[in-house]
């Protein structure tokens, strides 16, 4: 089998599940208990994984937050931000093309009362920047767009979002989930408020993340108890994961420009060989600036399921969330793509494991597909 679902997540690198065997077996204790040698070592694990991050990033320590994912620190910044802003300024504004961790805290902030209207975005997934605007006429806490999309790899002009959010005195969340160790950024120079990390992600383990929070900023906490991580998440800390995940965000950010470097190279090569071979293939949002690994095929003639022609190719239809539910993606529809087409769409999400030769052998796949299924 060929992995070619590296955005739906990614294997542990040895050194870095090697650390987390060290703070499993070793140094296992309490962080908590500093009055114990044991635990200030797990305590430095703790601390050393946070500078990681934060270096990694182009934040302070201070700012980095420490959760199960991204998932719960997108819950933690927009539920958070709407408690305290939700009399003053009750809009939230999000882009049509959000994952289901903004969507569903957007929706359950509807619920509380906040005004929750989507941005549209235009046929390359970009988010309207104009309605934007308009949208941010009324006052506005929150606006959440992600830096990249995970199903087609778009980038959105977050300097342009931030800019007009500002303006209007709205704070803004980013989800960076995609980004770690794809493409060079910084938080700071950003200028995002909030932004959401998992370590998954990037080649480390799951059920751990970040959120960063501007410093200056307050949220209330979502989760109370002994006080760990500012007060905001009470808890005994995932010592062995969050030191995987700050060596793993590490070696991301030292190794970005390689990385990124391969993943052009082989996404250039993938998408040449598909549409020289296949007419009529559709490559989502190949006008816009993109995430390097990242390529979401559509082929309108299809006569069937694309990604079932794939045996010995892990791929997906869009994102891992929206394939549980068996629904077409909301991120192509939003796009104006119909959505049988939708549903018969290929996301190939390539890694720094991906070699050449398997890049070939997707294509492969991936063209004797179409000719299965009639459309060539």
Same mark, same amino acid.
Request: hydrophobic share 40%; net charge neutral.
């Given at each position: 089998?060929?992995?070619?679902?590296?955005?739906?997540?990614?294997?542990?690198?040895?050194?870095?599940?090697?650390?987390?065997?060290?703070?499993?077996?070793?140094?296992?204790?309490?962080?908590?208990?500093?009055?114990?040698?044991?635990?200030?070592?797990?305590?430095?694990?703790?601390d050393?994984?946070r500078?990681?991050?934060?270096?990694?990033?182009?934040?302070?320590?201070?700012?980095?937050?420490?959760?199960?994912g991204?998932?719960?620190?997108a819950?933690?910044?927009?539920?958070?931000?709407?408690?305290?802003?939700?009399?003053?300024?009750?809009?939230?504004?999000?882009?049509?093309v959000?994952?289901?961790?903004?969507?569903?805290?957007a929706?359950?902030?509807?619920?509380?009362?906040?005004?929750?209207?989507?941005?549209?975005?235009?046929?390359?997934?970009?988010?309207?920047?104009?309605?934007?605007?308009?949208a941010l006429?009324?006052?506005?806490?929150?606006?959440?767009?992600?830096?990249?999309?995970?199903?087609?790899?778009?980038?959105?002009?977050?300097?342009?979002?931030?800019?007009l959010?500002?303006?209007?005195?709205?704070?803004?969340?980013?989800?960076?989930?995609?980004?770690?160790?794809?493409?060079?950024?910084?938080?700071?120079?950003?200028?995002?408020?909030?932004?959401?990390?998992?370590?998954?992600?990037?080649?480390g383990?799951?059920?751990?993340?970040?959120?960063?929070?501007?410093?200056?900023?307050?949220?209330?906490?979502?989760?109370?108890?002994?006080?760990?991580?500012?007060?905001?998440?009470?808890?005994?800390?995932?010592?062995?994961?969050?030191?995987?995940?700050?060596?793993?965000?590490?070696?991301?950010?030292?190794?970005v420009?390689?990385r990124?470097?391969?993943?052009?190279r082989?996404?250039?090569? *993938?998408? =040449?060989?598909?549409?020289? &071979?296949? $007419?009529? #293939?559709?490559?989502? @949002? %190949?006008? /816009?600036?993109?995430?390097?690994?990242?390529?979401?095929?559509?082929?309108?003639? *299809?006569? =069937?399921?694309?990604?079932? &022609?794939? $045996?010995? #190719?892990?791929?997906? @239809? %869009?994102? /891992?969330?929206?394939?549980?539910?068996?629904?077409?993606?909301?991120?192509?529809?939003?796009? =104006?793509?119909?959505?049988?087409?939708?549903?018969r769409?290929?996301?190939? @999400?390539?890694?720094?494991?991906?070699?050449?030769?398997?890049?070939?052998?997707?294509?492969?796949?991936?063209?004797?597909?179409?000719?299965?299924?009639?459309?060539?």
């Amino acid at each position: 089998m060929i992995y070619a679902d590296y955005n739906a997540t990614t294997p542990c690198l040895p050194e870095v599940a090697d650390l987390m065997r060290h703070f499993l077996c070793e140094d296992f204790a309490n962080p908590s208990n500093r009055a114990s040698l044991s635990g200030r070592r797990a305590r430095a694990g703790v601390d050393t994984a946070r500078e990681q991050v934060a270096r990694a990033i182009g934040a302070t320590p201070d700012e980095v937050i420490f959760t199960s994912g991204a998932t719960e620190a997108a819950n933690m910044a927009m539920i958070g931000v709407m408690q305290r802003l939700l009399r003053e300024r009750p809009r939230i504004l999000t882009s049509a093309v959000e994952h289901p961790a903004v969507c569903m805290p957007a929706d359950a902030c509807a619920q509380a009362g906040a005004d929750w209207q989507e941005v549209a975005v235009d046929s390359q997934g970009r988010i309207d920047l104009n309605q934007l605007e308009q949208a941010l006429r009324h006052p506005t806490a929150l606006v959440c767009v992600m830096a990249a999309n995970n199903e087609t790899g778009v980038l959105q002009p977050l300097d342009q979002v931030v800019r007009l959010a500002h303006e209007a005195g709205a704070l803004v969340f980013a989800d960076y989930t995609q980004m770690l160790g794809k493409l060079p950024f910084n938080v700071h120079t950003d200028r995002v408020d909030f932004a959401c990390f998992s370590a998954h992600k990037c080649y480390g383990p799951k059920g751990v993340g970040a959120l960063y929070k501007r410093r200056g900023l307050s949220l209330p906490p979502l989760i109370r108890g002994g006080g760990q991580e500012e007060g905001l998440r009470s808890g005994t800390e995932n010592v062995p994961g969050i030191a995987g995940f700050g060596l793993a965000a590490d070696l991301a950010a030292r190794e970005v420009h390689s990385r990124k470097a391969h993943l052009q190279r082989l996404t250039a090569q *993938l998408e =040449g060989l598909v549409t020289v &071979q296949v $007419p009529g #293939v559709v490559v989502q @949002s %190949g006008e /816009a600036d993109r995430l390097p690994g990242t390529s979401l095929f559509s082929l309108p003639r *299809l006569k =069937g399921n694309w990604l079932g &022609q794939l $045996p010995d #190719v892990i791929a997906s @239809s %869009g994102s /891992a969330c929206a394939s549980m539910q068996g629904k077409p993606s909301h991120v192509l529809t939003s796009m =104006g793509v119909d959505e049988t087409t939708a549903m018969r769409s290929v996301r190939i @999400s390539l890694g720094q494991p991906t070699l050449e030769a398997d890049v070939r052998h997707i294509a492969k796949r991936l063209i004797e597909g179409a000719v299965t299924l009639g459309a060539v």
